[in-house]
């Protein structure tokens, strides 16, 4: 156990107990190292089969974020060492924390305050009660990094309307508690403010009856006298060019209209601009997951995951996307193949195939 996950048990008046996990690693942004995930499974675990707990409360440690993703540092350092064995640990281990979630046999809370990126969705995609904040800013930027989106989100995006979710993988696009609650991966709003009170009122409620439903209103209590802030949803705003700037058979397509973008609009031109910097390996390998993976289980997304996790990391543009973005930061990445001409059929299948 570590001291980069606090673990509390707050008594509750009917003497049940809330079993509260917090994030604490301020200062990298409470991303996930793998000591971190492997104190949280098992926290998780211990707590499913105690029966004095009734419900799970996730948060992060600080006002600036949930969790910006995974410890992406550690994992370029093992791709330099080709440590294969770190990244399949790192994967399996996270993937399998993130399925216990999806399902847990108990109401599970995600206070998804500040940032919540890549690994941090992935803690909150299968929780009950996903809450905004009022600084909630969600995105899965993995392409950024030669990565894609992972942590579920083969089986998250899919579901999206209007082919969103391939405009949130491919663009890394920004998201705010209006966007979140717009797509679903949040499902509250809470102002900030109230985090302390939430919990108050979780330790002062009778959980004696369903805890679901026990859940349900102490939640539903805040949301509602939240309920009157909220910005509007850029992705609501821009939903038909979205869903005509990604409706198309082939990437190529896809990516030339992003480059055509001429909509007056900061934020959709980030996003563009993001797409059209990014791994173009990652482009592909993004676009060809969501195409495979659209009937996939739960169970088989975070499978399929696994091997392109590690095949991205051991041979795809990982270490290279991480140099640029966290360690020398010079925001410019010489990714392996300069365009998505330079990738042939052959290399893009072979990160779909588990490394001998
Ligand atoms: C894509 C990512 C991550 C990212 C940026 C991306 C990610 C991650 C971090 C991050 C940010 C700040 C830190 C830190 C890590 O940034 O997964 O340690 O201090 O963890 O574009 O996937």
Not at 49 to 66: L, P, T, V, Y
Not at 100 to 106: A, E, G, S, V
Not at 285 to 302: C, G, K, N, P, V
Request: charged content about 20%; hydrophobic content about 40%.
């Amino acid at each position: 156990m570590t001291d980069k996950i606090l673990f509390e048990e707050l008594p509750t008046a009917s003497d049940q107990l809330i079993g509260v996990l917090t994030l604490n690693a301020e200062k990298s942004l409470n991303s996930l190292d793998l000591e971190m995930i492997d104190s949280l499974l098992a926290k998780l675990t211990e707590w499913q089969s105690n029966n004095c707990i009734s419900c799970i409360f996730i948060q992060g440690a600080g006002e600036k974020a949930f969790c910006a993703g995974g410890d992406i540092r550690t994992l370029r350092k093992a791709a330099l060492t080709a440590d294969r064995q770190t990244v399949e640990r790192f994967f399996e281990t996270e993937y399998r924390l993130d399925h216990l979630i999806h399902t847990y046999q108990k109401p599970v809370i995600c206070w998804g305050n500040g940032i919540v990126m890549g690994g941090g969705l992935g803690l909150m995609f299968g929780a009950d009660f996903r809450i905004a904040t009022d600084t909630t800013m969600m995105a899965m930027p993995e392409i950024t990094i030669g990565l894609y989106p992972d942590v579920g989100a083969s089986w998250v995006l899919n579901k999206m309307p209007a082919k969103i979710g391939l405009f949130m993988g491919l663009t890394g696009c920004r998201l705010n508690p209006a966007d979140a609650k717009y797509l679903g991966l949040a499902n509250r709003f809470i102002d900030h403010a109230y985090r302390e009170n939430v919990l108050k009122s979780l330790e002062q409620a009778d959980w004696s009856g369903n805890a679901y439903q026990v859940a349900h209103d102490v939640i539903q209590q805040y949301a509602e006298n939240s309920a009157g802030w909220l910005p509007y949803s850029k992705i609501r705003e821009h939903r038909d060019i979205i869903n005509q700037l990604m409706d198309h058979p082939f990437l190529d397509a896809v990516l030339s209209g992003l480059e055509q973008i001429t909509v007056e609009d900061e934020w959709l031109q980030k996003a563009a601009a993001t797409a059209l910097k990014g791994s173009p390996l990652s482009a592909a390998i993004t676009f060809e997951q969501l195409r495979r993976s659209r009937h996939y289980s739960l169970r088989e997304a975070f499978d399929s995951e696994l091997v392109l996790s590690v095949n991205c990391t051991l041979k795809g543009d990982v270490a290279e996307g991480v140099r640029a973005l966290l360690i020398d930061k010079d925001q410019n990445p010489q990714w392996q193949y300069s365009a998505l001409a330079d990738i042939s059929t052959e290399t893009l299948d072979s990160f779909f195939v588990y490394p001998d």
